[in-house]
């Protein structure tokens, strides 16, 4: 455990965050009126912290459990500081003293929630909400600790496990969020709900516009490609293969199909309307179709696989026929004479994405430095940063209009950026 002062940027003092004996801790939670007390919480470890401010310490007190051996992985404490409530993996919820630091009750016990509890929220009215691994939303009554049943009010499923509850206001409504990247706004009252936001929940190997249309773009991960609405964000269609990552995905020149390279090495044809499979090349690529493109005719496909290998592909809507494959193959060259134009010092780490603006001027770079760069072509200067990704960028593009740049990651977060337009005309 870490204590950092947030003005000064520095960290204050630390210490083990549970005994040898115990394992990973999960969860933290602060009191509400005391700035230096909080509780950790995880594997067969539950403990109430003071902060010792002038001395540059923090002392731990255990809790006291009984006989119970539990698995925290979510704390919530109650307004006036009393009480804590923990989620375990059993599924139940334990309910502590923060002043005597032992257990005061638990439940439900005979109707735990499956797969564990992920995440909690107190209301004002002393009930609490609760997510389980199961995608289960409860709301649990607070007054059944003392009488050990009709724990649970109400219950609906969502899909994936819930791992966050966030109140709005006093929790008339309330958003919950789950391992599937998927956000649903619940009404309390009658718990009916609404999904309102979707997105990938895995790393985002590849992005691609449409050829000139900037309204709509695609990107591909594990299980699925996904389809969206460039100016709102929405998802308006999404292809599912379960159980295998999509590589790379690119549409045809004349918009009627989109194409996909998976790590199963066979390349599949989608409808874009509709998301319906056109055709699918079996063992395209034996270690996996890594890059894909069209020619401009919408005759024949270029794809590159894991092995090394390009390959170009006569196709149509009946058959598909391999017309050459290439193994020797390197680096970038001038089209004039075949010489290197420039080499740049990009960035300190990886660079996993690149993309020329349509009208040749500027590029774009993403890497594992997390940073966007727009660079002049003609001179190799870094003309605009980024900052806004949290984890390694694996592919970026500009959108045929130049309004925008869209990158993606390792997280799953796709991030939308205006291109400036003092260099766009």
């Known amino acids: 455990i870490v204590v950092w002062d947030i003005a000064s940027e520095q960290a204050i003092c630390g210490s083990p965050a549970a005994l040898q004996s115990a394992g990973v801790t999960y969860a933290v939670a602060y009191a509400n009126h005391n700035d230096y007390k909080f509780v950790t919480g995880g594997n067969q470890t539950l403990r109430i912290w003071e902060l010792d ?15 119970l051996k539990r698995v925290v992985k979510c704390i919530e404490v109650n307004e006036d500081d009393s009480i ?96 599937y990247a998927e956000m ?29 249309y900037s309204d709509v773009f695609a990107t591909c991960s594990k299980n699925d490609i996904r389809v969206w609405n460039a100016n709102t964000s929405k998802l308006l269609l999404r292809i599912t293969v379960q159980n295998i990552i999509c590589e790379t995905v690119d549409f045809t020149r004349d918009g009627k199909s989109i194409i996909s390279g998976w790590n199963d090495g066979k390349i599949r044809a989608f409808a874009p309307e509709t998301g319906k499979e056109l055709y699918t090349i079996h063992d395209a690529h034996n270690k996996g179709v890594t890059a894909i ?6 005759k024949r496909i270029v794809s590159g696989g894991g092995e090394g290998q390009v390959r170009i592909w006569q196709i149509s809507s009946k058959k598909q026929n391999l017309l050459e494959a290439m193994k020797e193959h390197k680096g970038y060259w001038e089209t004039y004479d075949g010489t290197q134009i420039r080499e740049l010092e990009g960035s300190k780490s990886a660079i996993n994405g690149m993309d020329i603006a349509p009208d ?66």
């Open 53 to 67: 401010l002038p001395n540059r310490k923090i002392r731990p007190t255990d809790c006291g459990l009984g006989q």
């Open 84 to 179: 804590f409530y923990c989620g375990t993996t059993t599924g139940d919820i334990l309910q502590i003293n923060m002043n005597t630091h032992l257990i005061r009750d638990y439940g439900p016990q005979k109707e735990r929630l499956s797969l564990g509890i992920l995440s909690l929220s107190l209301l004002a009215t002393g009930d609490i909400l609760a997510g389980a691994g199961d995608g289960t939303v409860a709301l649990i009554s607070g007054a059944a600790f003392a009488k050990k049943k009709n724990y649970i009010k109400n219950s609906v499923k969502v899909n994936g496990p819930v791992t966050s509850i966030s109140l709005r206001g006093q929790g008339h409504q309330f958003f919950v969020g789950t391992e």
């Open 184 to 212: 649903y706004r619940f009404n309390l009252a009658d718990f009916s709900h609404k999904l309102v936001s979707i997105s990938h929940y895995g790393a985002i190997h590849d992005i691609n516009f449409p050829f000139g």
């Open 293 to 298: 493109a069209s020619t401009s005719d919408c």
């Open 360 to 425: 040749g001027l500027f590029f774009v770079t993403g890497g594992a430095d997390k940073v966007i760069k727009l660079w002049k072509y003609n001179d190799g200067e870094v003309e605009y940063i980024g900052h806004g990704h949290s984890s390694d960028i694996l592919r970026v593009r500009v959108c045929p209009n130049q309004k925008h740049i869209v990158s993606v990651s390792v997280d799953g977060a796709i991030m939308r950026w205006k291109y400036p337009q003092a260099i766009s005309g």
